[in-house]
């Protein structure tokens, strides 16, 4: 496959001729070969309709600031008025100007770090309970460990920890909703007849998925003790004006919180254990790390802030892999970006994945090096798993700390190695980037030593593996 198939004809301006459904069948393959032909701004153009993107910090941080000319629009498919998939997609991510902002302050107040300390011991426990299914000489699947684990954790740290069943059956519906939506809302995005033939099947999940949410809800709400889950807290917050969120508000926050953690949090999660199996060094150095300053235990809330390896490796997993691999916004009047003018209501895409992997800004930038992080520090749009400005991911302080409890509970029990020779892929789908067909691992006693394993599969492509413990062997 190939987006481009001539360069075009408008001679100075970074414009390629291709298939705009290209992106979405291979994101990365299409910015790469745009990004190899126009480096910091590129539009791709079909009969007349274009998808502009931007590749470099600067353009980045236009982007991402100027909330006037550049709106959030992450939901290609609203549905009708009054329909469930409206309500469902009017969430945070889909809201603009003073709307968002009022709605940011009313959101921010439950991922806020007093907040969040409340969910560490049930956070360590359901770690704990992850490690424990383990044994060695199993053979596992991170992929699905992972995500299951964060199902878990989401549903519980969102809708409480008291409701674990429906809880779980909300983030199951959300996840089957995210999906569909991402199927059917490409194909609206570059307006496809053929991939809008899911339609009714998306609004029919819609539909269960609002009712599983209004149920829990109306728990929440009838719930004789104050509860500090995410839900519970929304339902008491108010606004500077004494306002709270209406129902419909509430059920758009809930879905949109649900599918903005779950699969970026546990794919960054597979992404690091990945990437620690591959690398032995670091992943032993690491480990000495942990059995210093853990003992064997879970991180205590204070023992977070001070694991400087642990921080490195999480650093540089989510440069080379970024679960956010690249999102969007619709212009409301045109701009230039660059050389490029812009008009109204072209989708502009900004990606973590491609500007994490410039040379100028990463020195061999596709290979895992906890190291470089002791000498670099580059500037908030050239380094954005989380993105930056008004719109900054505001459950990254969680995401972090879910990550950080996970890995040295996991770490500190076992060992894992890749399946020899299992195929490893990995795609941007619905702006995320995951494995696409498992993350296969024999897990190990925690003294069998970490040993790289050869492996197939397009992660080659994504990530330099070749890296050898001998090369640029500094402390990591
Ligand atoms: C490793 C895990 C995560 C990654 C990589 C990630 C990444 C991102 C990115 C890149 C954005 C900006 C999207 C855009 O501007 O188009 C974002 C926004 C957001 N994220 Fe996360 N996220 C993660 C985890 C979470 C968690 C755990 C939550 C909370 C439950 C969360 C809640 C949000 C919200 C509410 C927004 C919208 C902010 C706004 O529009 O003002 N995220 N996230």
Known sequence: MSAITEPTTLSSLPV????????PADPIRCMRELQRCHSDVAALEEAGSRLVFVFSPEL???????????????????????????????????????????????????FQKQSILGYHADLVRQAEELAADWKPGQERDLDQDMNRFLLGVTSQILFGFDQRDLAYEIGLATERWVTLNHEIGMGALVADAGIAQNYDRL???????????????????????????????????????GQGLSEAELIGQAAVLFGAAHLTTANSLTWTLFLLAQHPRVANELVEE??????????????????????????????????SGYSQRIT???????????????????????????ADQYPEPERFRPERWLSINPGPYAYMPFANGPRHCLGSYLALMIMK??????????CLQLVPNAAVNGKIVSTMLGPTNGVH??????????????VRGNIHELVDLSDTDEVGAVAA
């Not at 390629?16 to 992106?23: E, H, M, N, T, Y």
């Open 16 to 23: 390629v001729r291709g298939k705009l459904l290209d992106f």
């Open 60 to 110: 980045n941080q236009k982007v991402l600031t100027d909330m006037r000319r550049f709106h959030a629009r992450f939901f290609a498919v609203r549905g009708s008025k009054n329909s469930s998939q409206r309500r469902l997609t009017c969430g945070i991510l889909s809201m603009n100007g003073e709307e968002h902002k009022r709605h940011r302050r009313l959101v921010a107040g439950p």
């Open 203 to 241: 609004l029919h999940e819609a539909e269960g998925l609002e009712k599983l949410i209004r149920r829990m809800i109306e728990l929440r709400r009838n719930a004789s003790a104050l509860s500090n889950d995410v839900l519970s807290l929304l339902i008491r917050a108010r606004d500077d004006a």
């Open 290 to 323: 942990l059995r210093v300053e853990l003992g064997g235990q879970a991180p205590t809330w204070e023992q977070l802030e001070r694991l400087p390896r642990l921080e490195r490796v999480i650093k540089e997993s989510m440069r080379v892999l970024p679960a």
């Open 332 to 358: 409301t009047e045109p701009v230039e970006l660059g050389p490029l003018p812009v008009l109204a209501h072209t989708v502009v895409v900004f990606s973590q994945f491609m500007t994490h992997h410039r």
């Open 405 to 414: 409890i996970a890995l040295p509970v996991v770490l500190q029990r076992f």
């Open 441 to 454: 691992v024999q897990i190990l006693p925690p003294d069998a030593g970490f040993r790289r394993q050869p």
